[in-house]
């Protein structure tokens, strides 16, 4: 569930002709990636493509936790005192993370990982105590302080690598462009005869229904939910180490999807759109009986309209 691109928008050229976006579709990180851009030279355009999802595919493979050989998972098996320098990719990553965290309050925190995976498998929830990890710069040292201690960066990882796609895109001379990682998505210019990207939100509660639809430019956005088809909370209140029980969605819009993806995740926890970041808005929908949905939203008239199915 998230944000996708409602049709593909395009121009008539001279004689009739219609000038058809670059689309290219990959699977990382545990789901599909697509990309749609718009560039004059096509040859320029399908390296941009390339190199951008190579650095996405670079993310998974240093932060995956589904991936055993992962730099990440390396480092929450290492033992007491385990450190590691990192590379730039993942330094900024998890950097960006532990900013969140801050920014949040705590409710998106990157370092439950241990209570995430304690709770799947039915074990014991580690104490708060058993989560502190140091981060140093310069030198990019990532150090725990409990062979306990997990990182867990999926409320943030996808967001950043859409970022990092975007800015290979950008400086490649896409002029416009769509990154969407699953329904964590970024664009950026204008469609060709448009002005914005249709950005269509589902119902949480009935996914083939369209809840908004957002005309974005310059921006992200990003859909969390606290429930898995199986019915378990997906989400650990970070603040009181227990599973999440909103029965909805948040998303949120933001300049950067790792922005947007953090705190749809940190308004899991609590469901309460002051929170947000004055550059942010979002809408919140919540399952209150098996019929409706209670809806919170900050999103204005120029960033979206109400979807009308």
Not at 287 to 303: C, G, P, R
């Amino acid at each position: 569930m998230g944000g996708f691109l409602l049709g593909t928008p395009f121009r008539l050229l001279a004689g009739g002709v219609e000038e058809q976006p670059l689309e290219r579709v990959y699977w990382a990180m545990g789901t599909t990636v697509r990309f749609q851009v718009y560039h004059e030279d096509r040859r320029e355009a399908l390296e941009a493509v390339r190199r951008a999802s190579d650095v996405i595919q670079a993310v998974h493979n240093r932060m995956s936790l589904q991936q055993a050989d992962s730099l990440l998972s390396r480092w929450n098996r290492s033992p007491l005192a385990g450190e590691v320098v990192l590379d730039e990719l993942t330094a900024g990553a998890v950097e960006a993370a532990l900013g969140f965290r801050t920014l949040s309050g705590g409710r998106y925190d990157p370092t439950v990982g241990a209570a995430v995976s304690a709770l799947q498998q039915g074990r014991s929830v580690p104490p708060q105590g058993e989560r502190a990890v140091y981060w140093r710069r310069p030198g990019a040292v990532l150090e725990k302080s409990h062979p306990l201690v997990q990182l867990d960066l999926g409320g943030s990882a996808k967001g950043w690598a859409v970022d990092r796609a975007v800015e290979i895109l950008q400086r490649h001379g896409v002029r416009a462009g769509l990154v969407n990682a699953g329904g964590d998505l970024r664009v950026f210019g204008c469609p060709p005869g448009s002005q914005g990207w249709p950005i269509g939100i589902r119902r949480p509660d009935q996914p083939d229904r369209l809840l908004t639809v957002l005309s974005l430019t310059e921006a992200a956005v990003a859909t969390s939910s606290d429930m898995a088809e199986d019915g378990l909370s997906l989400l650990v209140d970070p603040r009181q180490l227990q599973p999440v029980h909103l029965q909805g969605s948040v998303s949120v819009v933001a300049p950067t999807c790792a922005e947007a993806d953090a705190w749809s995740t940190a308004l899991c926890v609590e469901p309460d759109l002051s929170l947000l970041p004055g550059s942010l808005s979002g809408l919140i929908a919540i399952q209150s009986d098996e019929q409706s949905l209670k809806i919170q939203s900050n999103l204005t008239e120029k960033k979206y309209q109400e979807a009308n199915t």
